[in-house]
């Protein structure tokens, strides 16, 4: 079954770098377009960045451009976002999501940014 496995979210002081990962399983990696998407505290979800399962597609929404970057290792079935010159606004529950047929989400990783 399809699996999705988020990690390296932590506490990082304003202006900081973390790097997420998100572990896949189940499905043709390759095939398939990788989303990240983040709910902050009382707010919706929302989309952060995609890219195509080649990875010469990449997409962001306008508050993470230029700071954050998603890439993906198509050999070891996992997508990363580096997230650079983090800001508190960046505080939330990061997830990864897959549409294979249905939406499939993981658990998600806590990002703090905070002094």
């Known amino acids: 079954q399809v699996r999705l496995v988020e990690s390296g979210g932590d506490l990082v002081e304003p202006g900081g770098s973390l790097r997420l990962s998100c572990a896949a399983s189940?499905?043709?990696?390759?095939?398939?377009?990788m989303t990240w998407h983040r709910q902050g505290s009382g707010k919706e979800r929302e989309l952060v960045a995609t890219?195509?399962?080649?990875?010469?597609?990449?997409t962001y929404t306008d508050s993470v451009r230029g700071r954050f970057t998603i890439s993906r290792d198509n050999a070891k079935n996992t997508v990363y976002l580096q997230m650079n010159s983090l800001k508190p606004d960046d505080t939330a529950v990061y997830f990864c999501?897959?549409?294979?047929?249905?939406?499939?989400w993981g658990q998600g990783t806590q990002v703090t940014v905070s002094s």
């Open positions: 189940g499905f043709f990696f390759e095939f398939y377009t």
């Open positions: 890219i195509s399962g080649n990875a010469r597609v990449t």
């Open positions: 999501k897959v549409r294979v047929g249905n939406d499939y």
